[in-house]
T-cell receptor
Framework: NAGVTQTPKFQVLKTGQSMTLQCAQD?????MSWYRQDPGMGLRLIHY???????DQGEVPNGYNVSRSTTEDFPLRLLSAAPSQTSVYFC?????????????FGSGTQLSVL | KQEVTQIPAALSVPEGENLVLNCSFT??????LQWFRQDPGKGLTSLLL???SQREQTSGRLNASLDKSSGRSTLYIAASQPGDSATYLC????????????WGLGTSLAVNP
């Protein structure tokens, strides 16, 4: 079982460049989300989706866009990268968007913005 | 505002020891609490999920307890092994605040052979 797959694992960008972090899950999960993890801070929710065609903002959405055209894929776009977006990014999914579902995480993308 | 604290931030123990990791939260109005494991360079793995109505959950050598009234959860690891070395995070599903997951910063555990 592949579970949640994130690509790339590592990426270095220059300020102002754009890029897309890919996330795919093969578990037919309704709910997908993006987190960032920074030293000294808990995981913070960027955007989430409760199903194909439905997305919403989390705690720290500025500078990021998402779309959910299929159940399987939930890409995260950085429109114009800034050094403050240097972080480790995790995609997570759950079967449903209810409060009692376990989250399944991808292995992360380590992003550096110079 | 819900806050989650994990103490200690780091812990080093000899192999075979039983140990307890702590998680405290400030608001008892929660749906559930989850414990996760994070290995370096890898994602998080859900270990145990305790509903607000439950007192504990067990999986193998792991036992998690929940005391909502005192805002505390513990993760007990029996007979620790070097393979248990990882960072352990807890997260509470806040009953208010749009049912957000609020995360602790984790306890980094090293089990020495």
């Amino acid at each position: 079982n592949a579970g949640v797959t994130q690509t790339p694992k590592f990426q270095v960008l220059k300020t102002g460049q754009s890029m897309t972090l890919q996330c795919a899950q093969d578990m037919n999960h309704e709910y997908m989300s993006w987190y960032r993890q920074d030293p000294g801070m808990g995981l913070r929710l960027i955007h989430y989706s409760v199903g194909a065609g439905i997305t919403d903002q989390g705690e720290v959405p500025n500078g990021y866009n998402v779309s959910r055209s299929t159940t399987e894929d939930f890409p995260l776009r950085l429109l114009s990268a800034a050094p403050s977006q240097t972080s480790v990014y995790f995609c997570a999914s759950s079967k449903r968007s209810s409060t009692n579902e376990k989250l399944f995480f991808g292995s992360g993308t380590q992003l550096s913005v110079l | 505002k819900q806050e989650v604290t994990q103490i200690p931030a780091a812990l080093s123990v000899p192999e075979g020891e039983n140990l307890v990791l702590n998680c405290s939260f400030t608001d008892s109005a929660i749906y559930n609490l989850q414990w996760f494991r994070q290995d370096p360079g890898k994602g998080l793995t859900s270990l145990l999920l305790i509903q607000s109505s439950q007192r504990e959950q067990t999986s193998g050598r792991l036992n998690a307890s929940l005391d909502k009234s005192s805002g505390r959860s513990t993760l007990y690891i029996a007979a620790s092994q070097p393979g248990d070395s990882a960072t352990y995070l807890c997260a509470v599903r806040d009953a208010g605040n749009n049912r957000k997951l609020i995360w602790g910063l984790g306890t980094s555990l090293a089990v020495n052979p």
